[in-house]
């Protein structure tokens, strides 16, 4: 008790705070999303995503390279097709852009690791995950459709697929599929509890992804629960996930506690577009300041219990953290 407690000895001087410091960050736990498109010298920034570009496989290299200069050594890659059908099947091309990307980057950067979202929302011409049918995204036929894709991601040379989609089932569907190709050495990092978000604003922008009538919220979990989220961790782990992600991080820190909490595995926290967004809008008007903001929501998604984060903040927190 007072006086014999006083908090504020170990918060005297630099030295004794960074020696009691709880929490971590390191960029070798980053992962940096991108999005790739097909044709040559493509560097087109996203409007709502300042920083953020559409890439052609060629300057998706540099940017690469220049992040892995930066400290990163992890991406994401999200697909854009130059067409769009019912099924999504350009999501499946050995052809397209996110595969012709897989190989470009294991060569040029053999280290490197690869994760590859699979999903349908950006490859469909009605901007749902799924097959529909009588207006409804339906479950069972999408899966034996995204595993296709997971496959054709892990015949490029992926090290990770990551299915976004939330059909159930996929997890293990995908699984399957891939060790019955010989590829029983990629790793699942599954969007295990992926809430249907309006903080997914600006990547539908994005990737284009926007669904042309309805919404996600079939598929998507409501914002409402967390029970639900240990479930459906539960089930992607039983059916052979590696590494479980909660998305989006900053509304759901304490979906994130509980998980790692629960099951103490690998713990992924996507760090969204929405996110992403506000905060440099906020900075931009001098709101409040850019570089600690970054830092302290990163810490905070770690400190919650993430082993990993997703963030388009990614290179410049890597810089920040040298
Ligand atoms: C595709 C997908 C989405 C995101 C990642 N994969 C969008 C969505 O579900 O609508 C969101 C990423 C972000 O907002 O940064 N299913």
Redesign the pocket.
């Known amino acids: 008790m007072f006086p014999l407690a006083r908090p504020r000895r170990l918060r005297r001087t630099a030295v004794l705070r960074e020696m009691v410091r709880e929490t971590a960050l390191d960029p070798g736990d980053f992962i940096y ?1 991108l999005f790739v498109r097909s044709g040559h010298g493509v560097r087109s920034e996203i409007s709502a995503m300042p920083g953020n570009y559409h890439l052609s496989v060629d300057r998706l290299v540099e940017e690469v390279g220049a992040a892995a200069g930066d400290g990163i050594r992890s991406v994401l890659l ?1 697909g854009i097709p130059d067409r769009k059908d019912e099924e999504g099947s350009e999501a499946w091309s050995d052809e397209a852009p996110v595969q012709a990307a897989v190989r470009a980057l294991k060569k040029a950067f053999p280290d490197l690791c690869v994760i590859t ?1 699979v ?1 349908l ?2 490859y469909t011409s009605h901007g749902h ?1 799924g097959v529909v049918q009588e207006g409804e995204v339906q479950n069972d036929p999408t899966l034996d459709l995204l595993a296709r894709a997971a496959v054709s991601h892990a015949r490029a040379g992926a090290d990770l697929v990551a299915p ?2 939330m059909m159930d089932g996929r997890v293990g569907a995908i699984r399957e599929a891939l060790d019955d190709a010989g590829h029983s050495n990629v790793a699942i990092l599954s ?1 295990a509890a ?1 809430y249907a978000s309006a ?2 604003g ?3 922008e994005a ?1 284009g ?1 926007t669904p042309q009538f309805g919404d ?1 919220r079939s598929y ?1 979990m409501d914002p409402a629960n967390s029970d639900e989220a240990l479930v459906e961790v539960g089930l992607d782990l039983e059916e052979g996930a590696d590494i479980v992600m909660v ?2 991080a900053l509304a759901y820190l304490d979906v994130i506690r509980r998980v790692k909490d629960t099951y103490r595995v690998p713990l992924a926290a ?1 760090n ?3 996110e ?1 967004a506000m905060l440099v809008a906020a900075a931009e008007r001098g709101w409040i300041e850019r570089e600690r903001t970054i830092l302290e929501v990163l810490t905070s998604i770690r400190r919650a219990g993430a082993d990993i984060i997703l963030t ?1 903040h990614a290179r410049e927190a890597a810089r920040l953290l040298r």
Do not use: T, W
């Open positions: 999303p999200f979202d999903c929302c950006e995950c976004s989609d969007y992926k903080f997914y600006p990547f539908r990737a992804s996600r998507q998305k989006p996507y969204v577009s929405g992403f388009y």
